[in-house]
């Protein structure tokens, strides 16, 4: 009788995913590459998926594009052994606008010809937000960087306020009036001076303006008593 053995090895060595810390999903960074290529393990294949995020390219790779926030699941094959791992990684986002609130304006007038707008900003502004000011009808005399402009016309007035951390703007809108009328003066008929009448009255009363009219005589060369 001979005896004889022999020796079965094993080789259940499953991969060792590693995916890298994503970048934040924002209104400029619309889309991104996971990346696994740091896993190891002997002919790798790689399988991502995700129940709540969008796999847009490249899913059967190392480095997918995805293009929502979400959870990323990713199934890594050893192909030498067929043994399998599992690891997930959560893509969030930053897509929130900035808050912008214009105050009411005062109107142009002959009184003010030039008004200040005035706006503020709440949450989600960044670091270092950008301000721009635009008109199509209006006029904008200075300072249309910054939050309170001088305009000097009738218009609408936009303001766009961007968050230059993650890409996102925010708009909102004012109307300026005009009230630029100016009064008709409407004299009566005047009597004549003479030696009967050492004095007359001039009167303007019927003058025509929008209300609140002012009336300030003076004469160059006549006596106003």
């Not at 970048?23 to 995700?50: E, I, K, P, Q």
């Not at 996102?168 to 100016?182: G, K, M, N, S």
């Amino acid at each position: 009788v001979t005896n004889s053995s022999i020796t079965v090895l094993d080789d259940l060595m499953p991969p060792s995913p590693d995916i890298a810390v994503p970048d934040v999903l924002t209104c400029a960074v619309t889309s991104l590459n996971l990346d696994a290529t740091a896993s190891t393990g002997t002919n790798l294949s790689f399988t991502w998926s995700s129940m709540d995020g969008t796999i847009s390219a490249n899913a059967n790779t190392a480095t997918p594009t995805i293009a929502t926030p979400g959870q990323y699941d990713l199934l890594v094959t050893n192909g030498s052994n067929g043994c399998t791992a599992v690891a997930a990684i959560e893509v969030i986002s930053d897509t929130e606008p900035p808050l912008v609130i214009i105050l009411d304006p005062l109107g142009v007038d002959c009184f003010t010809p030039q008004v200040g707008l005035t706006a503020f900003v709440g949450s989600n502004t960044g670091l270092n937000p950008e301000y721009l000011w635009t008109s199509t009808d209006g006029s904008i005399l200075a300072d249309e960087t910054t939050l309170t402009p001088t305009v000097n016309a009738e218009g609408t007035y936009v303001l766009q306020v961007t968050n230059t951390d993650n890409g996102c703007f925010a708009f909102d809108t004012t109307f300026v009036r005009e009230d630029l009328e100016v009064p008709v003066i409407d004299f009566a008929a005047v009597d004549r001076l003479d030696c009967f009448n050492g004095t007359v009255q001039v009167d303007a009363s019927n003058s025509t303006g929008n209300s609140n009219l002012m009336f300030d005589w003076n004469s160059p060369n006549g006596n106003i008593i």
